[in-house]
């Protein structure tokens, strides 16, 4: 039966031998080669064959299994997974590969080791790119991978408190970051409203989707109230 990236990143570690061990006898050659042929009788690309082993959190333990896959250990197998996370733009590795990706980054009991680190190496790329780019799709992609990132928690709460900077006011509209980071609890109602990076299209917006209550607005209000955007607060408070 063939395998999906989906299914070799999930598999536990018992599986893993049960995929791999029958094909140590059929695939033969230098790495490279016999990389290949592993993912051929896999179904699947080398790109899949590594993410699927380099992201499983099991793989580490299933043993000389880097090295059966032409890697000197396993350290060089997650320096390639890595690289190729990082760097690919939707041609070794689809969206929906990328997401998929994400949520095993995020984990449900832990976060696999380096989760924060890739993920953010990932988006800075990106966005440079998208700064750069009106392509739809690659803006479309990255609207999509900073929710995941929001939703499975691989922003660093350091990271989170530059993105309310103005220096990120575009990027912000672009994606909704903004109520991304109060739905997620990563920013509190109160440091949202009162950060000077904020604008007042974002405090509305985040008001008119449930994201920030009278409670937080009247609150807001009674420090701030001759605030150049408190007359649109009032009156979204009073809504």
């Known amino acids: 039966m063939a395998e999906t990236l989906d299914t070799l ?11 791999f061990g029958p094909l140590r006898e059929q695939a033969q050659g230098g ?8 993912a051929q009788l896999l179904g699947l690309s080398e790109a899949h064959l590594l993410c699927g082993v380099g992201f499983n959190p099991d793989a580490a333990k299933v043993r000389d299994l880097a ?24 041609r070794a590795l689809a969206l929906d590969d990328i997401l998929t990706l994400y949520a095993v980054l995020g984990g449900t009991v832990a976060p696999l080791a380096g989760a924060s680190d890739v993920a953010m190496s990932r988006l800075s790329r990106l966005e440079a790119q998208v700064e750069e780019t ?38 912000r509209a672009l994606t909704g970051e903004g109520e991304l980071m ?28 449930g994201l920030l209550g009278p409670a937080d607005l009247d609150s807001d209000l009674a420090e701030r109230p001759n605030a150049a955007d408190a007359a649109a607060l009032r009156k979204a408070s009073a809504a």
Do not use: C, M, W
């Not at 896959?69 to 690289?83: C, I, K, P, T």
């Open 31 to 38: 790495a490279a080669a016999r990389r290949t042929q592993i």
């Open 182 to 209: 109060l739905a997620q609890g990563l920013v509190s109602p109160a440091r949202f409203l009162r950060h000077a990076g904020i604008t007042e299209d974002e405090k509305l917006t985040a008001a008119a989707a």
């Open 134 to 171: 009106i392509n739809p799709i690659l803006i479309g992609g990255y609207k999509l991978e900073l929710q995941a990132i929001y939703r499975y928690r691989l922003a660093p709460l350091s990271f989170v408190e530059t993105r309310l900077g103005a220096d990120h006011r575009v990027l």
């Open 67 to 90: 090295r059966f896959l032409g890697y000197a250990d396993q350290a060089a197998l997650v320096a390639e997974r890595n690289f190729l996370f990082i760097h690919d733009r939707y």
């Open 9 to 19: 990143v999930r598999a536990p570690g018992q599986r893993l031998v049960e995929i």
